[in-house]
């Protein structure tokens, strides 16, 4: 079983920053898919950005050119850089990989698409005006 654990929400003023960490500890299983989600109070979830295992990336509209995905492949650790960060990113943040396992929707991120099974417990980030 995959296990994925976030890291790194927390409070930040407009304009300002925050790193976000996904542990996926083990390596028996490959993850050719990870991506973060996130979801504001009264609203659906929503992909955020998604990164292949040769490291094609992809991010939503609403996102692109403030956050950056990466991973870090030997440590199987999961980042997304959030930059300029404004009020409306206010969600809880959720880690997920697509692995073998459990059977899951489609979902996609821009052109990327993959089966994500297995998610974390998620992560606040809190922006204020």
């Known amino acids: 079983q995959v296990q994925v654990a976030e890291s790194g929400g927390g409070s930040v003023q407009a304009g300002g920053s925050l790193r976000l960490s996904c542990a996926a500890p083990g390596n028996r299983y490959r993850r050719d898919c990870m991506a973060w989600f996130r979801q504001a109070p009264g609203k659906e979830r929503e992909g955020v950005a998604a990164i292949l295992s040769d490291g094609s990336t992809s991010y939503a509209d609403s996102v692109k050119g403030r956050f950056s995905i990466s991973k870090d492949n030997t440590k199987n650790i999961l980042y997304l850089q959030m930059n300029s960060l404004k009020p409306e990113d206010t969600a809880m943040y959720y880690c997920?990989?697509?692995?073998?396992?459990?059977?899951?929707?489609?979902?996609?991120?821009?052109?990327?698409?993959?089966?994500?099974?297995?998610w974390g417990q998620g992560t606040q980030v809190t922006v204020s005006s």
């Open positions: 997920t990989a697509e692995a073998p396992g459990p059977p899951a929707p489609r979902q996609d991120i821009g052109p990327i698409s993959c089966e994500y099974n297995y």
